[in-house]
């Protein structure tokens, strides 16, 4: 069994996936908080804050008992 895997193409996320359910959350949260913030706070490091935004939208979507306060102070 090989530890490597290779990606040939485009990846496809299906429209019902979780992982796509969880995409299209981060998006809304990503364009609500540039509009009530008028776009004058930029992120400390993007990199980071898109990465674990997806990783709690996930949860969120994944999971169906999910502590969204404790969630959110991770």
């Known amino acids: 069994m090989s ?3 290779t990606i040939n193409g485009p990846v496809d996320i299906k429209d019902n ?10 998006q809304k949260i990503v364009d609500a908080e540039i509009a009530y913030s008028e776009g004058k706070y930029l992120k400390p490091s993007p990199r980071e804050y898109y990465l674990k935004l997806y990783n709690q939208c996930h949860k969120v979507v994944d999971r169906t008992s999910v502590d969204i306060d404790k969630l959110l102070n991770n």
Request: hydrophobic share 45%; net charge negative; aromatic share 8%.
């Open 3 to 5: 530890d490597r895997m």
């Open 17 to 26: 996936s979780t992982e796509r359910v969880a995409f299209d959350l981060m």
